[in-house]
């Protein structure tokens, strides 16, 4: 059974940076894409990242491109997202979620963890 545990949640200032790491386990994944989702309150959940943990591809959603990196460690079973330049409007609880398939549709990440809540104060 597939098993995502999210840390490195917190708060922060805007324009600072936070990291979020998020362990696998459960089975191989090298035919899976690892994400992270968000949701603020009120509002639905969205694509943030995603990375093939085959090769590496990564895609990105417009409004945190050039801000936010995500990598994976296949070693470790590891996936990471650095999130520089942050903004208010990044609070949400983030999830590391996995797919068969690498989307930017969240719906099709049906493996998700518990989240982890960032903060942004202005």
């Known amino acids: 059974q597939v098993q995502l545990v999210e840390s490195g949640g917190g708060l922060v200032q805007a324009g600072g940076s936070l990291r979020l790491s998020c362990a696998a386990s459960?089975?191989?994944?090298?035919?899976?894409?690892l994400s992270w989702l968000r949701q603020a309150p009120g509002k639905e959940r969205e694509f943030v990242a995603a990375?093939?943990?085959?090769?590496?591809?990564?895609y990105y959603s417009d409004s945190v491109k050039g801000r936010f990196t995500i990598s994976r460690d296949n070693a470790k079973n590891m996936m990471y997202l650095q999130m520089n330049s942050l903004k208010p409007e990044d609070t949400a609880v983030y999830y590391c979620?996995?797919?068969?398939?690498?989307?930017?549709?969240?719906?099709?990440?049906?493996?998700r963890g518990q989240g982890t809540q960032v903060t942004v104060s202005s």
């Open positions: 459960g089975r191989t994944f090298t035919n899976y894409a």
């Open positions: 990375i093939s943990w085959s090769d590496g591809r990564t």
């Open positions: 979620a996995a797919s068969t398939t690498i989307t930017t549709r969240v719906e099709w990440y049906g493996y």
